[in-house]
T-cell receptor, first 112, second 112 residues
């Protein structure tokens, strides 16, 4: 079956702009979570959605937001981009958010 | 705070030898543990998982051991191959939190 699909793979944005990243989970998975990966901070949890409801949120500023659609696809948005937002953004899907997390290949965001 | 950490940031292994990667965790409420492998430019790839009601689980060439008494997790890779060169992360989940907490990662390099 198809894996987790993240688009786009690469993005270059300017400080102050906003960006939207997309994630399509594995078919049948209803939980989608997002993680930020940087060399300095490692992998950090952003938020998790299940059936269009956010169930948990990490310690990130309000500039980071997300949503989930009725087909389980998810988007995350970062507004007013800062240089420090440059990172690999990873999406993971799970049937229930408890077990069996599968990651996508990520979106590499570079803020200049 | 609660966190998961790996003991060594790097590990160099001779091809054909067995590898052992260690991880300590501090959240005694963790229910579920996963090992991921991440190659350059890719998202984390699931290797093996274990639930807190088990202390050992085996896969193809890999074994995960869980010692809840000392909050320790390890990944054993048998007959290490060049394709095993990657960064390995342990992650833990308190399933009611719907999020994974990751360790810092161990970079495994396989010597020919």
């Amino acid at each position: 079956k198809a894996g987790v699909t993240q688009t786009p793979r690469y993005l270059i944005k300017t400080r102050g702009q906003q960006v939207t990243l997309s994630c399509s989970p594995i078919s049948g998975h209803r939980s989608v979570s997002w993680y930020q990966q940087t060399p300095g901070q490692g992998l950090q949890f952003l938020f998790e959605y299940f059936s269009e409801t956010q169930r948990n949120k990490g310690n990130f500023p309000g500039r980071f937001s997300g949503r989930q659609f009725s087909n389980s696809r998810s988007e995350m948005n970062v507004s007013t981009l800062e240089l420090g937002d440059s990172a690999l953004y990873l999406c993971a899907s799970s049937a229930d958010g408890a077990y069996g997390y599968t990651f996508g290949s990520g979106t590499r965001l570079t803020v200049v | 705070g609660e966190s998961v950490g790996l003991h060594l940031p790097t590990l160099s292994v001779q091809e054909g030898d067995n590898s052992i990667i260690n991880c300590a965790y501090s959240n005694s409420a963790s229910d579920y543990f996963i090992w991921y492998k991440q190659e350059s430019g890719k998202g984390p790839q699931f290797i093996i998982d274990i639930r807190s009601n088990m202390d050992k689980r085996q896969g193809q060439r890999v074994t995960v051991l869980l010692n809840k008494t000392v909050k320790h997790l390890s990944l054993q890779i048998a007959a290490t191959q060049p394709g095993d060169s990657a960064v390995y992360f342990c992650a833990e989940n308190e399933i009611s939190d719907y999020k994974l907490s990751f360790g810092a990662g161990t970079t495994v390099t396989v010597r020919a």
